[in-house]
């Protein structure tokens, strides 16, 4: 027998991670309700909580029994069996979404790409053979090639091609755009896809009618409307989904990010003509909606609805909205201040990445998007003194 031939070895590599993050130089050992915790034992009031996923916090007791006991329970059994876990999640969904039927998945660019599917799918039943999704500048789906081609980024974009075809990128906020691209590609569109409020393109807060104009168009030439909800959705946005400040229903909804705390799980819901579409064959994912996955979310919805954390990311969101607003008026570095619900941007005049070090020195994890916007999207059981203490610390931050 011949020894195998030993693999190239690239010397430029030093680690035996792929560099695709650019990682700040501290690692966490715990943590504990709104705060992680290094191992010099130092807290840090965690403002990013995973990038809007620790909906309950570090540690939440309800979290940990329900994951425990499943975990000793039953994981996985896949798809091929009946899952009561899988129904149950769905029947909760659509149930504070006020939508039909849910597919479940692990993340949010899975749940974009279902979406997608889903669209093409039922214009493909209509006869449209070579579907269109009307996208916006300024969007971030996620990380797969469908999704990524809905985003909108060159940076995040370079070099991948080629992107599948079938998306038209309009304004934001932008309702006569869509109606032009409507007519436009008459005849192919079957959905329009947008986030209620832009998170990753910095905390985009459109007209308070956009979503309700983009519904009476959609129902106007028979498209499907198409809510990006992974990171506005399951409560963060001060409702169970942003869209129900509207009084709309959209017709296929995406969420994750929050549903899970952290396990990871994306959903895809569709309501009206968009129910019923999949059938048999059409879309699958082996690990999506396993008993261990559908039990952490549904202890997230139990525990939303027992501790009225939706109602306190309201109340918690206007707050710290109101008195960011008034203590950083007349602040020259300060062009903005807007959110819905805890999903929170303070728009800077000039980059803002040197504030999330000096942020992290006095023991605030801070996260800025789109370089100038930072992005506050803490715990949605964050406290009025916690609260405070983030607002004094940015304050402070930026007289300095
Ligand atoms: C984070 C995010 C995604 C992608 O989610 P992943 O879980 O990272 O794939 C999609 N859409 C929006 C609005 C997001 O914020």
Redesign the pocket.
């Known amino acids: 027998m011949t020894a195998a031939t030993p693999p190239l070895v690239n010397a430029s590599v030093s680690t035996p991670l792929m560099s695709n993050y650019g990682r700040q130089q501290i690692a966490f050992v715990r943590g504990e309700g709104c705060y992680l915790v290094d191992a010099e034992g130092r807290r840090y009031f965690d403002s990013l909580a995973g990038?809007?996923v620790n909906a309950l916090g570090h540690s939440h007791p309800g979290f940990i029994a329900a994951v425990r006991e499943q975990v000793g329970t039953l994981v996985h059994t896949s798809n091929h069996f009946e899952v009561p876990l899988q129904t149950a999640l769905a029947a909760e969904l659509c149930q504070r979404a006020g939508m039909q039927q849910a597919f479940l998945c692990?993340?949010?660019?899975?749940?974009?790409e279902a979406a997608i599917k889903l669209a093409r799918k039922w214009g493909y039943g209509k006869g449209i053979s070579e579907p269109v999704i009307i996208v916006t500048e300024g969007?971030?789906?996620?990380?797969?090639l469908g999704?990524l081609t809905a985003?909108h980024s060159a940076t995040y974009q370079e070099g991948f091609g080629p992107l599948p075809g079938g998306f038209v990128r309009v304004p934001y906020n932008d309702v006569d755009a869509v109606a032009k691209a409507a007519s436009h590609h008459a005849g192919r569109v079957v959905g329009v896809l947008v986030?209620p409020v832009?998170?990753?393109g910095g905390v985009n807060v459109p007209a308070a009618d956009y979503l309700n104009r983009l519904r009476a168009l959609c129902d106007q030439h028979d498209l499907l409307l198409m809510l990006?909800?992974?990171?506005?959705g399951n409560g963060r946005s001060g409702r169970w989904f942003a869209f129900q400040l509207n009084g709309i229903t959209p017709d296929i909804l995406?969420t994750?990010?929050g549903l899970g705390n952290g396990f990871?799980i994306?959903a895809t819901l569709a309501a009206g003509k968009a129910a019923g579409v999949f059938q048999p064959g059409h879309h699958g994912s082996t690990f999506g909606g396993s008993p261990l996955a559908c039990r952490a979310a549904l202890a997230v919805y139990e525990a939303l609805d027992k501790e009225d954390l939706i109602g306190n990311a309201e109340r918690q969101g206007r707050y710290l909205v109101d008195t960011l607003r008034q203590r950083l008026a007349g602040n020259s570095k300060v062009k903005e201040v807007r959110g819905l619900g805890l999903l929170i941007g303070i728009e800077l005049h000039k980059s803002g990445k040197d504030l999330v070090p000096r942020a992290r020195e006095r023991g605030l994890i801070l996260n800025v998007t789109a370089d100038k916007v930072i992005r506050l999207v803490p715990p949605l059981t964050i406290c009025r003194e916690e609260a405070d203490f983030v607002i004094d610390t940015i304050v402070q931050l930026l007289q300095e």
Do not use: C, L, M, Y
């Open positions: 990038v809007a692990n993340s949010g660019a899975e749940s974009i969007a971030f789906h996620g990380r797969t999704a985003t986030e832009q998170g990753e990006d909800e992974v990171q506005t995406a994750a990010k990871p994306g």
